[in-house]
């Protein structure tokens, strides 16, 4: 496992050099200056040039990247072009707010889609199973913006209440800081909760037609025994492997969710530094992402093993 | 030398309270304001929601509301636009901030004494020292001389500043200007502390945000809030009168909307504390004492083309551009106004004292705000275009939200109507605003006009010749005289005369497309006493005098 392990990060440094190009190399192809940006409406002719210089945008590209990386080395992303701040600073107080964020949508899709897809499966066709169906198909068709909208602004106009709650600091408030992200996250992981519900329906649906599983039942275990331990065991390995991808939609997710709640995380922080060009944030941020998709994808592929005693590394 | 202002600005208690009278019968579209002046009340924090978090906090690096607004709260100026119920939504009055007087000695040369005893805030890196003449002229040797200022142009025809004592300042231009006081009431002119550049080495982080101004920035939460508390020391005594204004940071409108119903801010959720004609009713439901102020916003759509080029160097193709725009289905259809706007001419409408009212336009000036397809037709037909022509328009992609869109699309269809086809070219925002502005465009572009607070930048800008933002390549010597001129005038009468003459001119010539802004709905909620709402970035300045009956 551990030799495994080490190959993967190993084959993952390339992919790690490659992904450094492109997330330097693509923000500075957006059309756009970001000195212009910077000097707004006005510009004075020398005013562009020496800002330029200012922020070392002026140097040949592959001198900026090279220092880039060699500044990455040393546990350095630069700092905004606009603000000055920091960007491994920013990224420190924003990283855990989305993590958190991410996490809690990911266990919330967890917790409806498995145990419901287990329901449906064990009683297809039945009453539970077509509500099951029905609420899936509604999750996945409602984009999760619409729904936030909708839980936003409806008790606001009927009410006069919202649930949107100002974000506090896990450092004021712990618990407050934890139960904020209850709403948006069960929003966020709807979608996801839908997709598992499905797979997991199908995937048991197709595991308890197997042999051992009719053994099981000739044995004459409890149904479950049969369905949890036996069954839902080898229906969850794709499962998982959906698990790994759905980390991607639930950043992408994210962003929209931070926007209507106001959740000062990495989605509004990445658009922010999109619209203003701040190449060194959306490189940084960039960076981050393929880093923990990387990672999640080795997490995943260790994961099989956990589940599945055949499979060895 | 002669005396033109030494207003003192202490204002007593009694004072504010006819003040507030007086806005009962000054501003005829406002709501149900108290008609009987009450107590001020000292204490409580104000609850707003703004659009934006700060791009960051230098006033001389950028134009944009999103710094501009919340330094409103926390720095002066040496003069500014008057606040308050007694100032009449659309008129810009300028009197004494930091200044006590000015006198104007020649056409060039201006005066002023500063307030004594005026302390900065009380935190490092000037820890409440007392402001002096230096520090105006620091500030805009800075203004004038920083690399990227892009609000030069509101001073640039400053020869120099010299401090003359410690509480006087001088002023010499290189050429006469009318507006110099108008301009230097603008919300990119706060007085700055030589330390926090000093420190910092500029002022964009928000450790660097100490002024003299009503309340002072305590925390800035990234996309979440700025808190401000009260400045103890402010130099208005018993000014301001909330403990606090916490401005919470919300990008999403419907969210924004929530809030306010919910009663968990105290002003209405759009910029400049409107709420679109479209949820006004719900608001109305749901806030019954709700205080409201109806005026005409400084946005509006702007139409630019190239002049140089057929078929726009053909007058009656312009012509024809505007007659075929229906801005009244336009500004009907849209959330924001619901049916409520008013006609621009090049001078937009919310200036009410420079904005030359439609029907004293000349008759082809006139004519542009008639929206008539078939004349448009036979003016295209009369040009050599029987069967129209086609073109392409260029507008910002999303950024400005789906009031935007719908006026694009509304616009190309009447356009389409006339035998205008223009083909739109979507262009991410930052590439349009980097590229489309400054002339980068093959043919058209429609976008939003509105960031200047100078009814003088609307034309200036744009139709003096070698003026970057004259995209139209307007090289006109008749019009180019006319500026000229009224910006030597110092009369106002006379200098609105001429002001009134260019718009004429440009309406007649159809330099410009025509467009409307919306009236928009301040609001705020029944406790808050003596505040009236107006254009501009000034909000603390406008919130300084509000209380709260709680």
């Not at chain 1, 000739?218 to 980390?247: C, D, F, S, W, Y």
């Not at chain 2, 640039?156 to 003359?164: G, M, P, Q, T």
Request: some cysteine; proline content about 7%.
């Amino acid at each position: 496992m551990r030799s495994y392990v080490l190959r993967r990060l190993l084959v993952a440094l390339p992919s790690l050099l490659i992904a450094t190009l492109v997330v330097f190399t693509l923000p500075r192809l957006i059309p756009g200056d970001v000195v212009q940006l910077m000097l707004e409406e006005k510009a004075y002719g020398k005013d562009l040039e020496d800002l330029r210089a200012k922020l070392g945008l002026n140097r040949p590209i592959h001198a900026q990247y090279v220092d880039w990386l060699r500044a990455i080395g040393h546990g350095n992303l630069g700092e905004s072009l606009w603000t000055r701040q920091p960007v491994l600073a920013e990224m420190t107080r924003r990283l855990p707010v989305t993590a958190a964020l991410g996490l809690i949508a990911l266990g919330v899709a967890i917790l409806i889609g498995i145990p419901v897809g287990v329901i449906a499966a064990v009683r297809p066709d039945g009453v539970l199973d077509f509500f099951a169906r029905s609420a899936a198909i509604l999750g996945l068709s409602v984009p999760a913006f619409v729904i936030a909208i909708l839980v936003t602004l409806l008790p606001a106009i009927w009410w006069g209440w919202t649930p949107r709650a100002r974000f506090v600091e896990f450092s004021i408030d712990p618990t407050a800081y934890v139960l904020q992200f209850i709403l948006p996250a069960t929003i966020l992981g709807i979608a996801s909760a839908a997709g598992i519900m499905r797979l997991t329906r199908g995937m048991l649906l197709e595991v308890l037609q197997q042999d051992y599983v009719r053994t099981a039942w000739a044995k004459g275990l409890r149904e479950r025994v049969v369905v949890l331990k036996h069954a839902l065991k080898n229906a969850v390995i794709p499962v998982v492997t959906v698990l790994g991808l759905q980390v991607a939609s639930i950043a992408g997710g994210a962003v929209i969710i931070e926007w209507i709640f106001g959740i000062p995380g990495m989605g509004q922080f990445l658009v922010d530094a999109i619209v203003q060009r701040d190449y060194p944030v959306i490189q940084g941020i960039n960076l981050i992402i393929v880093l923990i998709i990387v990672l999640t994808n080795l997490t995943v592929d260790l994961v099989y093993a956990v589940l599945d005693p055949r499979i060895r590394y | 030398m002669s005396p033109i202002n030494s207003i003192d600005m202490s204002l007593t208690r009694r004072e504010l309270l006819k003040a507030g009278a007086l806005a009962v019968a000054a501003v005829p579209a406002v709501g149900p304001v108290a008609a009987i002046a009450q107590t001020p009340k000292r204490g409580g924090t104000l609850r707003l929601t703004f659009q934006a978090d700060p791009l960051h906090f230098d006033p001389h690096q950028t134009l944009s509301f999103v710094t501009m607004v919340p330094l409103s709260f926390a720095y002066s100026r040496l003069v500014k636009v008057k606040a308050g119920p007694s100032v009449k939504p659309m008129t810009y009055p300028v009197e004494p901030d930091l200044a006590e007087s000015w006198t104007q000695s020649s056409d060039t040369t201006y005066l002023f004494k500063l307030r004594k005893g005026v302390r900065w805030h009380n935190k490092p890196p000037v820890n409440g020292r007392e402001l002096t003449a230096d520090d105006v002229k620091y500030t805009y040797e800075r203004f004038l001389t920083i690399t990227g200022n892009p609000n030069k142009p509101v001073l640039e025809y400053i020869d120099r500043v010299e401090a003359i004592d410690k509480y006087t300042v001088k002023f010499t231009l290189k050429e006469p200007n009318a507006w110099f006081l108008d301009l230097l009431a603008s919300t990119s002119t706060w007085i700055i502390a030589k330390e926090c550049v000093e420190k910092y080495g500029d002022l964009k982080k928000v450790e660097s945000v100490v002024g003299t101004g009503p309340w002072m920035l305590e925390r800035w939460e990234p996309n979440v809030k700025l808190v401000y508390t009260r400045n103890p020391n402010y130099f208005v005594p018993g000014l301001p009168y909330a403990d606090g204004v916490d401005v919470l940071i919300d990008k999403d409108p419907a969210s924004r909307l929530a809030t306010w119903l919910s009663g968990k801010t105290d002003f209405g959720p759009e910029y400049q504390h409107a709420v679109r004609w479209l949820d006004a009713p719900v608001a109305k439901q749901r806030k019954p004492g709700m205080q409201t102020a109806e005026y005409t916003w400084f946005t509006s759509g702007s139409t630019g083309f190239k002049l140089a080029n057929p078929p726009f160097n053909d007058v009656r193709v312009r012509r024809a551009l505007s007659r075929s725009s229906n801005l009244a289905e336009l500004y009907e259809a849209l959330a924001f106004s619901q049916g409520h706007w008013t006609p621009n001419p090049a001078v937009p409408a919310a200036f009410a004292e420079w904005s030359i009212p439609i029907d004293q336009l000349g008759p082809e000036g006139r004519k542009l705000y008639d929206f008539n397809t078939a004349e448009a037709k036979r003016l295209l037909a009369e040009a050599g275009h029987p069967n129209g022509f086609k073109t392409t328009v260029e507008a910002p992609a999303t950024v400005y939200g789906p009031d935007f869109d719908d006026f694009v699309q509304i616009t190309l269809k009447n356009w389409k109507a006339a035998g205008i086809d223009a083909d739109l070219k979507l262009k991410e925002y930052g590439a349009f605003i980097t590229s489309t502005i400054f002339g980068k465009f093959d043919s058209m572009f429609l976008g939003l006009r509105g960031a200047w607070a100078d009814p003088e930048a609307y034309f200036y800008r744009w139709f003096m010749p070698g003026q970057p933002l004259n995209v139209w390549g307007v090289n006109d010597p008749r019009l180019t005289e006319m500026i000229k001129l009224q910006r030597r005038t110092f009369d106002v009468a006379k200098r609105r005369q001429i002001v009134f003459d260019i718009q004429r001119y440009l309406a007649d010539q159809a330099l410009f497309g025509v467009d409307g802004s919306i009236r928009i709905l301040s609001a705020w909620d029944a406790h808050i006493k003596n505040y009236m709402p107006n254009n501009g970035f000034d909000y603390g300045g406008r919130l300084m005098a509000a209380w709260i009956d709680k």
